[in-house]
């Protein structure tokens, strides 16, 4: 059987697609994100990429299970009903299925991201 490898490059230095205003923002400032190399395999329903977002605080709003490694800056996510939970490069973190919560994003954060 041929496996065909989704692979994510050089996550600190990819390039970036055009900024958006975070969808559920909370006050100002209006966090920024955007996307680079984002990928979908539809044979295993899984997307990945990498993800940045300028300070600003937001609510989650995904369904999807998300394992992510924050390649750098910091903030805190909150979940819904939890505890602050605090995320800095070299973090890696898993968001279990329907897991809202609260961005706060500190200094603008990279990640790569796994959604499945």
Known sequence: MNQVLTVVRN???ASLGAPAP???PIGEPVAQAAT????TDEAV???IGVWESSPGVFRR???????????SGWCTFTPDG??????RAG???????NCEGVWDIRETL???????
């Not at 680079?36 to 990928?39: L, R, S, V, Y």
């Not at 709003?61 to 390649?71: A, D």
């Open 36 to 39: 680079a190399q984002d990928q």
């Open 61 to 71: 709003h995904l369904k999807n299970r998300e394992f992510s490694h924050i390649v």
């Open 110 to 116: 990279r990640k790569t991201y796994v959604l499945f």
């Open 82 to 87: 939890g505890e602050p939970v605090e995320l």
């Open 22 to 24: 975070a969808r559920l």
């Open 45 to 47: 329903g899984a997307s």
């Open 11 to 13: 996550a600190p230095l």
């Open 91 to 97: 973090d890696a973190v898993l968001f279990p299925e």
